[in-house]
């Protein structure tokens, strides 16, 4: 009797089961079909939204280098002979010109050195005067005792002794001439030492720095200066390593400067780096940026704006038209009365607008309202139209 329970127990506990299962089945068809027409329903709604043209604009294309500005050049002045500090003719900051004296030396050696130079020089020249008039005269006896020696008026002794004249009168000229020569030499080496006592500046720029003051007794080749030429200027920065192939030499750049926030200086690449920083992956370049007042100043901290080709007919839509969620864009681009959704790329933003680097033409029409609302095929009526 309790086996036959069991199995009376068991059976209805499985048909239960069945039937359970069986409304189950038929509750899940029956919202099935409710998601279906409530599918179809909405295929069939017309929604009312407000559209915009994509335009075709003319994009420059460019690429942000970060840099320095560098002066054009930059000079460290020393001496060349030592000697003590007499007066000091510019400053920190001062402008000076190629040529333009900057410092001079105690001149009283070489002043003295100049004069008995100048002496020496002038005693050497009447010496040899005298010695040219004391030549020609023995080179005229010698051509005579020679007429008479071949004629056989004079002896032998008495010509070798007129050529043995002449010869010490040769011999005599020559060293006068030698010691004119090196006076002149030595007189060249004290306008040297001289001109040495002036320090000039070899360029046109700028104090940097001033290293010595006056009365500082100097050694040969101590620094005294450091002078920059700051117009133009050099734009130093590093471009990233993706853009190598895009950056040449004679390429525009416009430079930025913290300083002057509302302006921008132009420049041109001069040089770009044939090889990639391992570290940085970047690689450096060098351009040239005029600076004729003096605006700007070397060691500013620079952003460099590097031009590369125009594009023309590049595709814009309002902001308005992308619709974004877990990072992916898209349009709902209007065909023959219905939305047709578009995956895009976007790409730079200016006035309200956006790029579309890929999924729209210039021309199409893009839906600018319900793009939370629109699927794909949605039926739509267009109640506003930017142009």
């Known amino acids: ?50 559209t915009a043209v994509a335009i075709g604009k003319t994009v420059q294309r460019t690429i942000e280098a970060t840099g320095t500005l560098a002066p054009w050049d930059e000079v460290t002045v020393g001496n060349e002979s030592p000697g003590a500090i007499e007066k000091i003719f510019a400053d920190l900051g001062d402008r000076v010109k190629e040529g333009e004296l900057l410092l001079r030396l105690d001149q009283k050696d070489a002043r003295a050195n100049l004069d008995n ?91 940097k720095k001033r290293l010595v003051s006056a009365g500082e007794m100097l050694k040969d080749k101590a620094p005294l200066f450091i002078l920059v030429k700051n117009d133009p200027l050099k734009f130093l920065g590093n471009v990233p390593e993706p853009f190598a ?12 400067i913290d300083a002057y926030p509302n302006e ?17 992956r970047t690689f450096s370049i060098e351009a040239e940026a005029p600076n004729p007042g003096n605006k700007l100043k070397s060691g500013f901290f620079a952003r460099a704006v590097i031009k590369l080709k125009e594009e023309k ?56 309202t319900g793009l939370d609302q629109l699927f794909d095929g949605a039926k739509v009526e267009r109640t506003g139209n930017r142009q």
């Open 1 to 50: 009797m309790k086996n036959r329970s069991y199995k009376s127990n068991m059976t209805y506990f499985f048909s239960a089961i069945c039937i359970a299962a069986a409304a189950l089945i038929l509750v899940s068809c029956s919202k099935g079909n409710e998601a279906v027409k409530k599918a179809e329903n909405k295929g069939e709604s017309v929604f009312k939204i407000n």
């Open 117 to 207: 130079a100048e002496a020496a020089l002038e005693t050497n020249i009447r010496s040899l005067e005298r010695a040219k008039a004391v030549w020609t005269e023995a080179g005229t006896n010698l051509k005579r005792y020679a007429n008479l020696f071949s004629e056989g008026v004079v002896s032998v002794s008495q010509r070798d002794a007129v050529q043995t004249q002449y010869d010490v009168a040769d011999a005599q000229l020559k060293q006068a001439d030698a010691q004119v020569n090196q006076t002149k030499a030595q007189l060249e080496a004290a306008k040297k030492q001289l001109a040495d006592t002036e320090i000039r500046s070899p360029i046109t720029g700028y104090v």
């Open 245 to 256: 192939p895009q950056v040449k030499v004679g390429q525009d750049i416009a430079i930025h």
């Open 264 to 280: 921008t200086f132009p420049g041109k690449i001069i040089r770009v780096s044939p090889s990639i920083d391992e570290k940085t």
């Open 313 to 368: 007919d590049v595709p814009f839509v309002p902001e308005n038209a992308v619709y974004s969620y877990v990072g992916i864009n898209k349009v709902y681009v209007i065909v023959n009365g219905a939305a047709r959704e578009r995956l895009i790329q976007t790409g730079i933003r200016e006035a309200g607008m956006v790029e579309i680097a890929e999924g729209v033409k210039p021309g199409e029409i893009v839906a600018t």
